[in-house]
């Protein structure tokens, strides 16, 4: 049972990487829809459990193994960090949309890493920004949908 | 106040573990020429595994009108033949728009002895990298040119898998590309994600440079055209030719990409 719950929950979590892959490559605009970052920080946020390490690991595993052309390994540490990161602030600070635009900052920062080494500020500055906040409400209207759900 | 301090690091342990196995991950990896990274895209069909059969769009439709065929058998025939032909309009569509495609390519390409194989975008990585459909099951390689349908280079494959390959275009972060000129100068091109950089390996160039093209010299299947610098100023510093050009276009689910292999 707990293995076919990894499994179920890895699968959700490779698909949802790959919708948000899927809507990117539609949106041609200055700004992306992170869904997958999104429900990362959703994990770290609102559900954080030592249960979801290996479905975060895994979904991980499958992105840089199909998706990804650096090394294995790097976009799952990458996932897991942002789900540690945000679960760190949440913790430490209180829950304000303040410390929400920070997480998502922080986050997105992360999740970026290597376009942001690779390319130089001009390339991912304006969309990164736009990008916080259109994910921050994405993130809040998604928070608030579950919170009344439940 | 230092028990729960204590409790806070400790919920992160497995995390911080697991970050650590990536982190080992990688570096087995990198040493291993990245035989680790493609252990599972070698055994598996991601793309083909994800296409509806024909026979579920053909049959499995129509039988589930069949269970009513009792009450009204024509209608039910109708359903079928309709269903029929809706799958024949798709494949009619998609013949058509090959014909377009390859018709396009026909009229700006000079090098007939090649085999020219149509691929399409499947999706846009996290690295702007672009997916296309199309790998070993084609005898693409690593290296392979991608032309679009005027015949000029937008790229060249950076890995390629079982049945889908990742193209370095003009704003991949990877892109790095040369050419030569009409006087058979040496160009070296590098992007910046916004702009391609042009710049000459020899301080041999005088006069102003215009098309830029491939070269088997390079390891590229023919000379196609890669861009025209003509428009673009150019500056020349102690003789080496530099040209910045901004990338305008990007790709999209319609555009039409072609992969020329000798036959």
Same mark, same amino acid.
């Given at each position: 049972?707990?293995?076919?719950?990894?499994?179920?929950?890895?699968?959700?979590?490779?698909?949802?990487?790959?919708? $948000?892959?899927y809507?990117n490559t539609f949106i041609s605009l200055?700004? &992306?829809?992170?869904?997958?970052?999104?429900?990362?920080?959703?994990?770290?946020?609102?559900?954080?459990?030592?249960?979801?390490?290996?479905?975060? +690991?895994?979904?991980?595993?499958?992105?840089?193994? +199909?998706?990804?052309? %650096? %090394?294995?390994?790097?976009?799952?540490?990458?996932?897991?960090?942002?789900?540690?990161?945000?679960?760190?602030?949440? #913790?430490?600070?209180?829950?304000?949309?303040?410390?929400?635009?920070?997480?998502?900052?922080?986050?997105?920062?992360?999740?970026?890493?290597?376009?942001?080494? $690779?390319?130089?500020?001009?390339?991912?500055?304006? =969309?990164?920004?736009?990008?916080?906040?259109?994910?921050?409400?994405?993130?809040?209207?998604?928070?608030?949908?579950?919170?009344?759900?439940? | 106040?230092? #028990?729960?301090?204590?409790?806070?690091?400790?919920?992160?342990?497995? %995390?911080?573990?697991?970050?650590?196995? #990536?982190?080992?991950?990688?570096?087995?990896?990198?040493?291993?020429?990245?035989?680790?990274?493609?252990?599972?895209?070698?055994?598996?069909?991601?793309?083909?595994?994800?296409?509806?059969?024909?026979?579920?769009?053909?049959?499995?439709? #129509?039988?589930?009108?069949?269970?009513?065929?009792?009450?009204?058998?024509?209608?039910?025939?109708?359903?079928?033949?309709?269903?029929?032909?809706?799958?024949?309009?798709?494949?009619?569509?998609?013949?058509?728009?090959?014909?377009?495609?390859?018709?396009?390519?026909?009229?700006?390409?000079?090098?007939? $002895?090649?085999?020219?194989?149509?691929t399409s975008l499947i999706l846009k990585?996290?690295?702007d990298?672009y997916l296309i459909?199309?790998?070993?099951?084609?005898?693409?390689?690593? &290296?392979?040119?991608?032309?679009n349908e005027?015949?000029?280079?937008v790229?060249?494959? &950076?890995?390629?898998?079982?049945?889908?390959?990742?193209l370095?275009s003009f704003n991949?972060?990877?892109?790095?590309?040369?050419?030569?000129?009409?006087?058979?100068?040496?160009?070296?091109?590098?992007?910046?994600? !916004?702009?391609?950089?042009?710049?000459?390996? $020899?301080?041999?160039? =005088?006069?102003?440079?215009?098309?830029?093209?491939?070269?088997?010299?390079?390891?590229?299947?023919? !000379?196609?055209?890669?861009?025209?610098?003509?428009? %673009?100023?150019?500056?020349?510093?102690?003789? !080496?030719?530099?040209?910045?050009?901004?990338i305008n276009e990007m790709l999209t689910f319609q555009s039409k990409l072609?992969?020329?292999?000798?036959?």
């Amino acid at each position: 049972m707990k293995i076919l719950r990894v499994i179920l929950i890895s699968s959700f979590l490779f698909i949802l990487c790959l919708v $948000e892959n899927y809507i990117n490559t539609f949106i041609s605009l200055e700004f &992306g829809v992170y869904i997958f970052l999104i429900s990362l920080i959703y994990i770290g946020t609102e559900i954080f459990n030592q249960n979801l390490v290996l479905p975060i +690991f895994l979904s991980g595993i499958l992105y840089d193994s +199909f998706f990804s052309t %650096y %090394y294995l390994g790097l976009y799952t540490a990458i996932f897991l960090v942002v789900v540690v990161l945000s679960n760190f602030l949440i #913790s430490r600070y209180s829950r304000t949309n303040v410390i929400y635009i920070i997480t998502i900052s922080l986050c997105l920062l992360i999740y970026k890493i290597p376009i942001i080494v $690779e390319f130089n500020i001009n390339y991912w500055l304006a =969309s990164y920004f736009t990008s916080i906040f259109v994910n921050l409400f994405i993130f809040l209207s998604v928070k608030r949908v579950l919170k009344i759900n439940v | 106040m230092q #028990s729960s301090q204590v409790d806070g690091i400790r919920k992160y342990i497995v %995390y911080f573990l697991f970050i650590f196995l #990536s982190g080992l991950l990688s570096v087995v990896d990198y040493f291993s020429n990245k035989t680790l990274s493609s252990f599972i895209p070698d055994r598996v069909n991601l793309i083909s595994n994800f296409q509806i059969s024909d026979r579920l769009l053909q049959n499995e439709f #129509s039988n589930l009108f069949s269970s009513r065929a009792d009450l009204v058998a024509e209608n039910i025939r109708l359903k079928e033949e309709l269903t029929n032909l809706r799958v024949l309009y798709v494949e009619n569509q998609e013949l058509q728009n090959n014909i377009d495609f390859y018709n396009d390519l026909v009229n700006n390409i000079s090098d007939f $002895e090649l085999t020219y194989y149509a691929t399409s975008l499947i999706l846009k990585n996290s690295t702007d990298e672009y997916l296309i459909s199309g790998g070993r099951n084609y005898n693409f390689e690593p &290296g392979d040119l991608v032309i679009n349908e005027t015949g000029y280079v937008v790229g060249y494959l &950076g890995e390629v898998f079982n049945d889908y390959s990742i193209l370095e275009s003009f704003n991949s972060t990877n892109f790095n590309f040369r050419a030569l000129d009409q006087n058979n100068n040496v160009f070296e091109v590098n992007s910046n994600g !916004k702009e391609l950089i042009f710049s000459s390996l $020899e301080s041999t160039v =005088s006069s102003k440079v215009s098309i830029l093209y491939s070269d088997i010299t390079f390891g590229h299947i023919s !000379k196609f055209p890669l861009i025209d610098l003509e428009p %673009y100023e150019q500056t020349k510093l102690n003789n !080496k030719f530099t040209v910045t050009v901004p990338i305008n276009e990007m790709l999209t689910f319609q555009s039409k990409l072609f992969i020329p292999k000798s036959k």
